[in-house]
């Protein structure tokens, strides 16, 4: 059975750092694509950073230069590291996995955790 599980999400002032962790059960973190998305209210699920099996990384222009997508293949781990947060950076985050042709669809993916919440204040 595959399981995410997203933790490490909390509230931090702007210009503050978070990382958030997602442990993998069920399956390799290191044999399919896995991402990031996060979901404002009232706003889509939105992809934010991806991952490939050979350690590849994408970034959407809304967070490329503050926030990195790593794996430790060893723990089964993916973690975003966030910096230099935003208020508007405010949302659940969620990871997810699968083998996805466009990688920030989230239709494409067939695995997700349950959420963090971020909370990013002024």
């Known amino acids: 059975q595959v399981q995410l599980v997203e933790s490490g999400g909390g509230s931090v002032q702007a210009g503050g750092a978070l990382r958030v962790s997602c442990a993998a059960s069920?399956?390799?973190?290191?044999?399919?694509?896995m991402g990031w998305f996060r979901q404002a209210p009232g706003k889509e699920r939105e992809g934010i950073a991806s991952i490939d099996r050979f350690g590849t990384t994408l970034y959407a222009d809304s967070v490329k230069g503050r926030f990195t997508i790593s794996k430790d293949n060893a723990k089964n781990t993916l973690y975003l590291e966030m910096n230099s947060l935003k208020p508007e950076d405010t949302a659940m985050y969620y990871c997810?996995?699968?083998?996805?042709?466009?990688?920030?669809?989230?239709?494409?993916?067939?695995?997700w955790g349950q959420g963090t919440q971020v909370t990013v204040s002024s």
């Open positions: 997810a996995a699968g083998r996805p042709i466009r990688v920030f669809q989230a239709s494409q993916y067939n695995y």
């Open positions: 069920g399956y390799a973190v290191s044999s399919v694509y």
